[in-house]
Structures are given as structure tokens and as C-alpha cells.
């Protein structure tokens, strides 16, 4: 049979050109024909003769005809797409030379040993960082088993993830931790992975958060190494390094980004002040009737105010916490409380952040005085984290929020794939999903 150089002398077509048209785009590889059987189209390509010398000696070797070898490619719609290669073999006459018979390749076309086509896998890939794919669902769509579609996407995983290009440029570090598993340690390791983010801002000034990589365990440890690891020249390139407030990881940048500015994030500062609201709420409860909390005792009733911030309050909201408030000498304390939880959000909420420090200046002159335990609790840890806490205001408000979505997107991946039992694959799949292969 003649090998057609287009789809007009191919036997039995069916969808024209489309196809015909990319595989083409690969040089020296022609449609020899395209098939459609029920949902499965069979395109066949091969490529035109050539002159062939063995690998080994050189010696120009006779051809031994051809095999036929079913390559998976990219499903075109609901229809799967099986690439038919006819393959060429070819055999070594020389005596002495170990080759015996040897194929083609086409590196372009599919891998030496895959069963996937180059193609598919990029596409698997795409599929699998910008539509939250799985692998189950995406080999499926290809008509291939799991381990097949993971073994042709995780060495492409590998290589992008060991690319060290893709930690440049960043100056704004974010840190946190997640759990993985809830499985047994000693068989998968620590459940708690330190999850290292790239915040920084691009040219409009967003944050465009990336996961840069995960390590076993959440400790001073864990970070440290990691940041020892990457070189002293992506450490001095950190100019802000962003964390909850852990001591752990504090310690781990004042050691290994002594240059950087530490930021506490302003989300978990808030939270901390809406806790000591809650727990000053259940101690003043409990002081005054006896019992935790229930439906009709006037602090239960504004439980869920007291979490919001006074901004977000109607007139109508704020009139019952004064009712509740009123209702009792000792409930005073709650309100004192929840006026300090305000002002922290206060601070965070000035419009100009040279206001905003002053405001948290003040906070840091005065919480740690307060006579309600809660406050003065939260006023020394803020003061202990002095440096950390102010340094929002002068960071153009540096924050640990990309970190927080990373983990939303990580979790979201997580659930989808039902859980993982090898971490790192684990790793590689929240690197491609979270950003961090792609810069
Ligand atoms: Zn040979």
C-alpha cells in the first residue's frame, strides 16, 4: 500500500482533517488512515522509508517489516482516540553484533516504552492542573488503567519539580502546615506536611500564591532545612517571609532569613482576638448562671455577634449585644473584650497603614495591662510577636492569605483523589495542582 501524504488518498475517513492536520504537525509521521468504530476512532500513521544503520555497529541494517503498536491519544470529544503505529523493524546482519532486531522511534510521537502518546500526556497534565482532573477520571477518558497514566505523567512531574528555575524571584515567602493523612504514622510518616508558598506580588501587585514544595513534619526543623536547601541566593532573595503564629517557624526564619522581614498573618491575629471574645463569653457564663450557654441566656443569644465585626452589624444587631450586655453587671467584661477584639480589627482596617500602626502601637501599650485575663493573655503574646505584628503595616500588608487558599486547593485535591497513600506522589500531584511546577 502506498502511504498517502494527506487525508484525500486515505481509505475510510471519517473526521477529515482535524486530525490529520496535528499529526502532520509532527515531522516525517503520516495518516495513513483514519477509522471510526462506534466510540473509538483508529488513526493510522506511519513514517516514510528511510536508509537505516544499526545503533550499535553502524552496519546498514535490511528492514523486517513492520508491527503494529495502539497508542492511547487525546479522547476527541466522547470518542477515544487509539493511535495505530506501524511501527518499523529493522535487523542487524552483522555477525558479531549483539543488536539483533531493533524498532523506530519517534520521541515526538510517543516515549520509548509508553503507551501513551507525548500529546495525551501534556494533555493529562493540563487536564490535571487547570480542571481538577484525576488521575482515575482522566485515565479512564483515555482508556488506559491508572498505574499506566501515572507511570507516563509522573517522570514529567519529576522533572519539572526538580527544576530549580522554578524558585526564582521570590521575594515574599509564605509558610504553613496540613495535615495529609490520618493513617498509621509509623507505616506513612508524619501526618503534618510544612507547606512552603511563593507570595510574591506580580506587576499590578497581586499576590499570585504558588505552592513551592511540601516537607514531612511541622517543626523549626522541617522549615529550616528546606530553606537550607534552596541556597543562598533564593534566601537572600526573600525579603518578606509570612507565617502564623508559630513559634517553630519563626525561629527557623530568624535563623535562616535573618535579612527578611517576618510578618505575623493579620487573619490569625483576628482570630486570636475573636477567641479571647468566646472564652471571656464562656467564663462570664459560666460565673453568673452556673451552666454553659443555652437557648434564652442572654450571652448565648449574641454569641454569634460577638464573632462579627462592628462594621458588619445593623442597628438592630447592635441594640440586642447592648440589651445582652445590660443585662447583667457582670456581662461588662464581655463587652470590654469584644471592644479590644474591635480595635485589633480596627487596626488592620485603617485605610492607611501608618494610622493602622499606631493604632497597633497602642494595642501593644495597653492589652497586656487589661484586668480581664483573656486580654492581657493576648496582649503579651502580641507583644512577644512585636516585630512580626507591626511589620503588616510596613510591608505594604504582607499577608499569610495566599497560604490559606493554597491549602483550600490542596484539600479541594485531596478529597478528590480519595486520599493518598504515597507522599511523594502526593507532593508532586498539590505541586502541579497548586501551581508550583509552572512559573
Ligand atoms: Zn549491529
Redesign the pocket.
Known amino acids: 500500500m502506498s502511504h498517502a501524504t494527506g487525508c484525500a488518498n486515505a481509505p475510510a475517513i471519517t473526521d477529515p482533517c482535524s486530525r490529520c492536520d496535528v499529526l502532520l504537525g509532527l515531522d516525517a509521521v503520516q495518516v495513513e488512515a483514519v477509522e471510526r468504530d462506534g466510540r473509538v476512532m483508529q488513526v493510522t500513521v506511519s513514517t516514510p522509508w528511510q536508509l537505516m544503520g544499526?545503533p550499535?555497529?553502524g552496519?546498514v541494517a535490511p528492514s523486517r517489516g513492520r508491527r503494529r503498536r495502539v497508542l492511547h491519544d487525546v479522547p476527541h470529544g466522547d470518542t477515544s482516540v487509539q493511535i495505530v503505529w506501524r511501527q518499523r523493524r529493522w535487523r542487524?546482519p552483522?555477525a558479531g553484533?549483539a543488536?539483533g532486531t531493533f524498532v523506530e522511534q519517534v520521541p515526538a510521537l510517543v516515549p520509548a516504552r509508553g503507551s501513551l502518546t507525548c500529546r495525551a500526556v501534556t494533555w493529562a497534565l493540563g487536564q490535571l492542573r487547570t480542571q481538577h482532573a484525576t488521575i482515575a477520571g482522566l485515565a479512564r477518558q483515555l482508556g488506559v488503567g491508572w498505574w499506566t497514566l501515572w507511570r507516563a505523567v509522573k517522570p514529567e512531574l519529576q522533572r519539572l519539580a526538580g527544576d530549580p528555575g522554578r524558585f526564582t524571584g521570590v521575594t515574599c515567602l509564605g509558610v504553613d502546615e496540613h495535615i495529609w493523612h490520618h493513617a498509621d504514622t509509623r507505616q506513612r510518616g508524619p501526618k503534618e506536611l510544612t507547606g512552603m508558598v511563593d507570595l510574591t506580588r506580580d506587576r499590578d501587585g497581586r499576590v499570585r500564591a504558588r505552592l513551592l514544595d511540601l516537607v514531612a513534619g511541622r517543626s523549626k526543623k522541617a522549615y529550616a532545612d528546606w530553606l537550607v536547601e534552596r541556597g543562598a541566593d533564593f534566601r537572600a532573595g526573600v525579603e518578606v517571609a509570612a507565617l502564623d503564629p508559630y513559634g517553630g517557624y519563626k525561629s527557623a526564619i530568624d535563623d535562616e532569613l535573618a535579612e527578611a522581614t517576618a510578618v505575623l498573618d493579620a487573619f490569625h491575629v483576628i482570630k486570636l482576638g475573636t477567641q479571647v471574645v468566646d472564652e471571656v463569653r464562656r467564663r462570664v457564663q459560666q460565673d453568673t448562671t452556673g451552666h454553659r450557654g443555652r437557648k434564652g441566656d442572654p450571652l448565648f443569644g449574641i454569641q454569634r455577634l460577638l464573632r462579627a465585626g462592628a462594621e458588619n452589624l445593623t442597628d438592630r444587631q447592635l441594640e440586642r449585644l447592648a440589651t445582652a450586655i445590660e443585662a447583667d453587671q457582670a456581662h461588662e467584661e464581655v463587652y470590654v473584650a469584644w471592644r479590644c477584639a474591635q480595635d485589633l480589627r480596627a487596626a488592620y482596617r485603617s485605610k492607611d497603614t501608618a494610622r493602622g500602626r499606631d493604632r497597633a502601637e497602642k494595642i501593644l501599650e495597653s492589652f497586656h495591662t487589661c484586668p480581664i485575663p483573656e486580654v492581657a493573655r493576648l496582649g503579651r503574646t502580641l507583644r512577644r510577636w512585636r516585630q512580626a505584628f507591626l511589620a503588616y503595616f510596613t510591608t505594604d500588608r504582607a499577608n499569610n492569605g495566599g497560604t490559606e487558599a493554597i491549602n483550600g486547593i490542596i484539600e479541594l485535591h485531596r478529597r478528590l483523589a480519595r486520599g493518598y497513600h504515597n507522599f511523594e506522589n502526593y507532593r508532586l500531584r498539590m505541586l502541579l495542582a497548586a501551581g508550583g511546577l509552572t512559573h
Open positions: 544499526c550499535d555497529c552496519v542487524c552483522e553484533c543488536r
